[in-house]
C-alpha cells in the first residue's frame, strides 16, 4: 500500500521561464521557413516540458520500501528522518558519502539515517515540498 507520493516537478514561475524556448527555437529556424521555425518553437518546448515535468523523479513511500527517484530502500534499514529547512539545507548535504535527491527549485527536505551496517552511506537527502509528511509516512518525526 502507498502512504506517500510527490513529483519532484518545477513551480510554475519555472514553467513561465521555460517559454523563453518558444522564440528561441522559432528565431533559430524562421529565417529559413516560417513553418519550421513553427514547428521547432514547439518542438523545443514540448521536448522541455517532458526533461523537466514527466521525467520528474518521484518519492514512493509503501509499506515495505522507499523509493527516491532511481533509488529503492528496504524501510528496515531506515533510522530516524529529520526535516531540514531551507536554511538547513547546506549542512545536511556537506557530507559528500550522503545519497541525495535535490532539485533546486524545492528548498526543503528530510535527512534519513540508514542504519545498515553493510552500506557505507551515513544518510539520504531527499527534497520534498511537504518534509513532515514525508517523515510521517516514514513512520518517524
Known sequence: MIRYTESLTPSWLFHIALLIL???GFGMIAPL???GGLI???LFYSIALVIFVVRA???VVTDTTLRAGRATIDRTFLGDVRPVTEAERPEAIADARTWKL????IPTGVVISINDPADPTPSWYVTTRHPEKLAGALGKS
Open 22 to 24: 518558444i522564440p528561441m
Open 33 to 35: 521557413s516560417i513553418v
Open 40 to 42: 521547432s518553437a514547439g
Open 57 to 59: 523523479p518521484r518519492i
Open 102 to 105: 535535490i532539485r533546486a527549485w
